[in-house]
């Protein structure tokens, strides 16, 4: 399923990550998945959240330069070779997939993965024809 | 050593009859000539009979940087255009460049200037003069080219750049004058040092630095560990280029070679005349120039003037070294740069108004270094790296093609930048110069 990310611009400065969290925690906003891609000067923090409007405004209004962009939520079996299904179905039907990261979100044995793909319409399509889009709570 | 005695030792009330006998001629040929300079005159109510004294020359208006923008290309011009040999020019303030177009006879006047002002650093016949002012529309390279061919002397012309060469050309053709920006001298330093060659123990005597701000400070640390003499000088473009000033060796004060360029030191306020030693803005009138002549043009530089019994001989006078600028441009590396010319950059890359500010510093390399912090705005913000590396790169090589310098973008979270009540604070300038 097609769910929101929020993507916060970062300086490399001491403390600054540790502001966000703060900031969250404040507005009682659980984090499900993150991840960090960094350069030599900046990072961008990429998170997914349970309240993703509240979230966005907590940030925006806290000073933070911050948008969200729409990802798609894939189920993945957890055991040996999960991924790699996953990845060849992608790799057959033309998915280019730009970044991916895991969540803390788990549906009985199946673990949640975040992808941002090229073309999103196309990479839901292909979720859901090959059942990998089941419903996460977030 | 002095290379025209006659004109820069000549009794001042001779040389004041002069400058008059060329200010008559100069206000009748550009009343008659330039529309633009009628006009002037006519809104202020003054025909060139009115100018019967040195002193009359206040009754003239100033002319402004923005004005040689607003003729550009050749409004100003004084002559046929198939007078015109030589044009050069630098950029403006908002990047419609500023035009100064020489004739043969200018040509001539810049070059005496320029070997005046080689001369005054022991410039002979026998000397090896090294060139690495840039050559090009800038008027470094070529005006140092013209002085040393008035002298005679050998001139290597190696333009800006290329360090490796240029130390190999300075010990292999025992380089005995150097010419380039102060900051660049020091770098030629370093890095000789770096490639195992003791630049105090080659031939240099002498350096005539300029294009760029410096200090005393500066001057000691160049002198020791070049081995040589720094002398100061001092033009610009609209004027004629480099050869306006000089130092001799005395190394007090600057001689203007006010035959050719008369000076005033204004009230940048009031545009009120002050006498010698008060600290206000230098402008300059081209007594004999014939392609874009300039009446009481403001430089925009600070500075005071003085008239004192120089022990070299010559009675011109003299100029401080410049205090500072009465408006925001900054020098980096010789070349002129306006923030408002890095905010136009930035506006047309992000399509935004942008929070930046603007550090230069001099570092261990002792070249100026530009760095530009631009605030994120959500407007260009993405949730990848390489959109933001994209608008960095973008930005970066707009100010170089530009601007023509090299400047660090470094991308700051909202806020960053200090906010302040009316004007904005957009340059820190770090240069302990």
Same mark, same amino acid.
């Given at each position: 399923?097609?769910?929101?990310?929020?993507?916060?611009?970062?300086?490399?400065?001491?403390?600054?990550?540790?502001?966000?969290?703060?900031?969250?925690?404040?507005?009682?906003?659980?984090?499900?998945?993150?991840?960090?891609?960094?350069?030599?000067?900046?990072?961008?923090?990429?998170?997914?959240?349970?309240?993703?409007?509240?979230?966005?405004?907590?940030?925006?209004?806290?000073?933070?330069?911050?948008?969200?962009?729409?990802?798609?939520?894939?189920?993945?079996?957890?055991?040996?070779?999960?991924?790699?299904?996953?990845?060849?179905?992608?790799?057959?039907?033309?998915?280019?997939?730009?970044?991916?990261?895991?969540?803390?979100?788990?549906?009985?044995?199946?673990?949640?993965?975040?992808?941002?793909?090229?073309?999103?319409?196309?990479?839901?399509?292909?979720?859901?024809?090959?059942?990998?889009?089941?419903?996460?709570?977030? | 050593?002095?290379?025209?005695?006659?004109?820069?030792?000549?009794?001042?009330?001779?040389?004041?009859?002069?400058?008059?006998? *060329?200010?008559?001629?100069?206000?009748?040929?550009?009343?008659?000539?330039?529309?633009?300079?009628?006009?002037?005159?006519?809104?202020?109510?003054?025909?060139?009979?009115?100018?019967?004294?040195?002193?009359?020359?206040?009754?003239?208006?100033?002319?402004?940087?923005?004005?040689?923008?607003?003729?550009?290309?050749?409004? +100003?011009?004084?002559?046929?255009?198939?007078?015109?040999?030589?044009?050069?020019?630098?950029?403006?303030?908002?990047?419609?460049?500023?035009?100064?177009?020489?004739?043969?006879?200018?040509?001539?006047?810049?070059?005496?200037?320029?070997?005046?002002?080689?001369?005054?650093?022991?410039?002979?016949?026998?000397?090896?003069?090294?060139?690495?002012?840039?050559?090009?529309?800038?008027?470094?390279?070529?005006?140092?080219?013209?002085?040393?061919?008035?002298?005679?002397?050998?001139?290597?012309?190696?333009?800006?750049?290329?360090?490796?060469?240029?130390?190999?050309?300075?010990?292999?053709?025992?380089?005995?004058? +150097?010419?380039?920006?102060?900051?660049?001298?020091?770098?030629?330093?370093?890095?000789?040092?770096?490639?195992?060659?003791?630049?105090?123990?080659?031939? +240099?005597?002498?350096?005539?630095?300029?294009?760029?701000?410096?200090?005393?400070?500066?001057?000691?640390?160049?002198?020791?560990?070049?081995?040589?003499?720094?002398?100061?000088?001092?033009?610009?473009?609209?004027?004629?280029?480099?050869?306006?000033?000089?130092?001799?060796?005395?190394?007090?004060?600057?001689?203007?070679?006010?035959?050719?360029?008369?000076?005033?030191?204004?009230?940048?306020?009031?545009?009120?005349?002050?006498?010698?030693?008060?600290?206000?803005?230098?402008?300059?009138?081209?007594?004999?120039?014939?392609?874009?002549?300039?009446?009481?043009?403001?430089?925009?530089?600070?500075?005071?003037?003085?008239?004192?019994?120089?022990?070299?001989?010559?009675?011109?006078?003299?100029?401080?070294?410049?205090?500072?600028?009465?408006?925001?441009?900054?020098?980096?590396?010789?070349?002129?740069?306006?923030?408002?010319?890095?905010?136009?950059?930035?506006?047309?890359?992000?399509?935004?108004?942008? *929070?930046?500010?603007?550090?230069?510093?001099?570092?261990?390399?002792?070249?100026?270094?530009?760095?530009?912090?631009?605030?994120?705005?959500?407007?260009?913000?993405?949730?990848?790296?390489?959109?933001?590396?994209?608008?960095?790169?973008?930005?970066?090589?707009?100010?170089?093609?530009?601007?023509?310098?090299?400047?660090?973008?470094?991308?700051?979270?909202?806020?960053?930048?200090?906010?302040?009540?009316?004007?904005?604070?957009?340059?820190?300038?770090?240069?302990?110069?």
């Amino acid at each position: 399923m097609i769910i929101k990310q929020i993507s916060i611009f970062l300086e490399n400065v001491a403390g600054r990550l540790a502001e966000v969290t703060k900031l969250l925690a404040k507005h009682e906003i659980n984090i499900r998945a993150m991840t960090i891609a960094d350069t030599a000067d900046f990072g961008i923090l990429r998170i997914v959240v349970d309240q993703p409007e509240k979230a966005l405004k907590a940030l925006r209004d806290g000073g933070f330069t911050a948008k969200t962009t729409e990802v798609l939520a894939v189920e993945v079996e957890d055991k040996p070779g999960g991924l790699a299904r996953v990845m060849e179905i992608f790799q057959q039907t033309h998915v280019n997939i730009e970044y991916l990261y895991v969540s803390l979100e788990k549906n009985k044995d199946k673990a949640v993965v975040i992808f941002k793909v090229e073309d999103l319409k196309l990479g839901q399509k292909i979720v859901e024809e090959h059942g990998l889009g089941g419903t996460v709570s977030f | 050593m002095i290379w025209n005695p006659e004109a820069e030792c000549m009794p001042p009330e001779q040389r004041r009859r002069l400058q008059l006998a *060329h200010l008559k001629n100069l206000v009748e040929r550009v009343y008659e000539k330039v529309p633009f300079y009628r006009k002037k005159f006519q809104q202020a109510g003054i025909t060139p009979k009115d100018i019967r004294s040195l002193e009359d020359i206040q009754k003239i208006p100033f002319t402004t940087k923005d004005e040689l923008r607003e003729t550009y290309p050749y409004g +100003l011009l004084a002559v046929p255009e198939a007078e015109i040999e030589e044009v050069h020019m630098s950029s403006g303030t908002t990047g419609t460049p500023v035009v100064d177009a020489y004739t043969k006879k200018d040509i001539d006047v810049w070059s005496e200037s320029m070997a005046r002002t080689l001369a005054m650093a022991g410039t002979t016949r026998n000397d090896i003069i090294q060139n690495a002012y840039g050559y090009g529309l800038f008027t470094g390279g070529l005006g140092v080219h013209y002085g040393a061919k008035l002298i005679g002397a050998n001139i290597i012309p190696m333009s800006s750049g290329n360090t490796s060469k240029q130390i190999l050309v300075m010990r292999d053709f025992k380089t005995t004058i +150097l010419t380039c920006t102060p900051s660049y001298s020091l770098f030629l330093a370093e890095a000789a040092k770096e490639e195992g060659i003791d630049i105090r123990s080659l031939s +240099l005597k002498a350096g005539c630095f300029g294009a760029e701000p410096w200090s005393e400070n500066m001057r000691k640390e160049i002198e020791e560990k070049l081995g040589l003499q720094a002398y100061d000088i001092y033009g610009l473009t609209e004027i004629t280029g480099p050869g306006v000033s000089s130092e001799c060796e005395m190394k007090n004060g600057l001689h203007i070679n006010e035959d050719f360029f008369y000076p005033e030191v204004i009230d940048p306020e009031t545009g009120k005349v002050l006498p010698d030693g008060a600290k206000g803005e230098l402008v300059f009138t081209t007594l004999v120039k014939e392609g874009t002549p300039l009446l009481r043009y403001r430089t925009r530089d600070i500075t005071f003037l003085f008239h004192d019994e120089c022990p070299c001989g010559r009675t011109t006078v003299k100029m401080h070294r410049l205090f500072g600028r009465t408006d925001d441009m900054l020098i980096i590396r010789g070349v002129n740069v306006f923030p408002s010319q890095i905010e136009q950059i930035l506006m047309a890359v992000e399509g935004t108004d942008p *929070h930046y500010l603007i550090v230069v510093e001099r570092g261990a390399s002792h070249l100026d270094e530009l760095e530009i912090m631009v605030e994120v705005e959500a407007k260009f913000f993405t949730d990848e790296t390489r959109g933001l590396e994209t608008i960095r790169s973008k930005i970066e090589h707009e100010i170089k093609s530009k601007l023509g310098i090299s400047a660090r973008i470094k991308l700051v979270e909202p806020k960053t930048i200090e906010r302040s009540i009316g004007k904005a604070k957009r340059v820190i300038d770090k240069r302990k110069i």
